[in-house]
Nanobody, 131 residues
Framework: QVQVVESGGGLVQSGGSLRLSCAASGFTLEDYAIGWFRQAPGKEREGVSCISSKTGSSTYFADSVKGRFIISRDNAKNTVYLEMNSLKPEDTAVYYC???????????????????????WGQGTQVTVSS
C-alpha cells in the first residue's frame, strides 16, 4: 500500500524534546521532497519544515521553529525525521508529513504561502507540550 505514516508523538513537558518519524511504504521516499505541517485545535494548518529529495541538501524551517527543530532523512530506512527541541506549549498540535516527488520549491510555497503540497499525506501524530 502506498502511504506515509507519522509516529513519535506524545506528551512532553515544556523544554523537552521529541523526534517524529515519517515512514514511507510502497514508494521510494528518496525521490520525494517532504514537508512537515501541524494543526492545533481551532487554528489553521501551519507549515513547519521542508527537506529536499535525494540527499536532503536543502532544508527550510518556519520562523516559529527555526533554531529548535531539525529535519533529516535516512533514505536507507525510507524515513524522514523531525527532531523537535526546546518544545513550547504553542507547539502542541497534530503533526503531519507530506511527500511530493522532487518539489522542494512546492514545499517552500506551502510553508510560505499555504500553497497545495503533497501527493501523499499521513494521518498525523499528536504532540502535546505541557506547561
Amino acid at each position: 500500500q502506498v502511504q506515509v505514516v507519522e509516529s513519535g508523538g506524545g506528551l512532553v513537558q515544556s523544554g523537552g524534546s521529541l523526534r517524529l518519524s515519517c515512514a514511507a511504504s510502497g514508494f521510494t521516499l528518496e525521490d520525494y521532497a517532504i514537508g512537515w505541517f501541524r494543526q492545533a485545535p481551532g487554528k489553521e494548518r501551519e507549515g513547519v519544515s521542508c527537506i529536499s529529495s535525494k540527499t536532503g541538501s536543502s532544508t527550510y524551517f518556519a520562523d516559529s521553529v527555526k533554531g529548535r527543530f531539525i529535519i533529516s532523512r535516512d533514505n536507507a530506512k525510507n524515513t524522514v525525521y523531525l527532531e523537535m527541541n526546546s518544545l513550547k506549549p504553542e507547539d502542541t498540535a497534530v503533526y503531519y508529513c507530506a511527500a511530493e516527488r522532487k518539489s522542494f520549491g512546492a514545499c517552500l510555497g506551502a510553508l510560505r504561502r499555504g500553497s497545495p503540497f503533497g501527493e501523499y499525506w499521513g494521518q498525523g501524530t499528536q504532540v502535546t507540550v505541557s506547561s
